[in-house]
């Protein structure tokens, strides 16, 4: 069964939007493997900071319905597709890989070209999956993250309870 990642990133309500993302990727897809929280600048825009981290998931379901149904996850949580590129979200949810797939899905590349060119989402799929290997350029996750040259300044750990099991299984959110 191929194992898909996904980016999760909130700059807006972000402590009850990455909640929520998490409850609903559980829902969807069943157990979700996350990676460490991190807190990082706004890039390309002046905004409050985000908090993103990576989920990982197994599923049998095609690429295109896995992005579809995260498509599905940020419109409830009142994502509008066609802001503004660099802006403030509620949810973002960006299907990184999917298994050792090369292609694309919708117009963007599988896997996706943000794992190279950012710190906040190259570094937590680094930890999370430090030896599986990114399916074009062919090193590891480590790998890449040890030579990463991108910026990493404003990328700062976020408190490791920020995503707190509760005694259903579903994530909640430490209160700061």
Same mark, same amino acid.
Do not use: C, Q
């Given at each position: ?123 937590? @799929?680094?930890? %999370?999956? /430090?030896?599986?290997?990114? #399916?074009? $350029? &062919?090193?590891?996750? =480590?790998?890449?993250? +040890? ?7 404003? @990328?700062?750990? %976020?408190? /490791?309870?920020?995503?707190? #099991?509760? $005694? &259903?299984?579903?994530? =909640?959110?430490?209160? +700061?």
């Amino acid at each position: 069964m191929p194992r898909a990642w996904i980016s999760i990133g909130s700059n807006i309500d972000a402590h009850n939007n990455v909640a929520g993302a998490i409850r609903e990727l559980r829902k969807t897809f069943g157990d979700v493997m996350l990676s460490p929280v991190y807190e990082a600048r706004a890039v390309g825009f002046d905004g409050p900071a985000f908090v993103n981290l990576v989920a990982g998931i197994e599923t049998e379901l095609p690429a295109a319905e896995v992005a579809r149904r995260l498509g599905d996850i940020e419109a409830r949580f009142g994502r509008v597709r066609g802001e503004a590129a660099f802006s403030s979200r509620t949810l973002d949810l960006d299907l990184l890989t999917y298994g050792n797939t090369a292609s694309s899905v919708n117009g963007k590349p599988l896997p996706r070209e943000d794992i190279l060119k950012y710190a906040f989402v190259l570094r937590p @799929l680094a930890e %999370v999956a /430090p030896d599986e290997h990114h #399916a074009v $350029d &062919g090193r590891t996750y =480590a790998e890449l993250w +040890s030579a990463f040259g991108g910026d990493t300044t404003g @990328l700062k750990p %976020v408190d /490791p309870k920020f995503v707190e #099991a509760s $005694d &259903g299984g579903e994530p =909640a959110l430490k209160s +700061s």
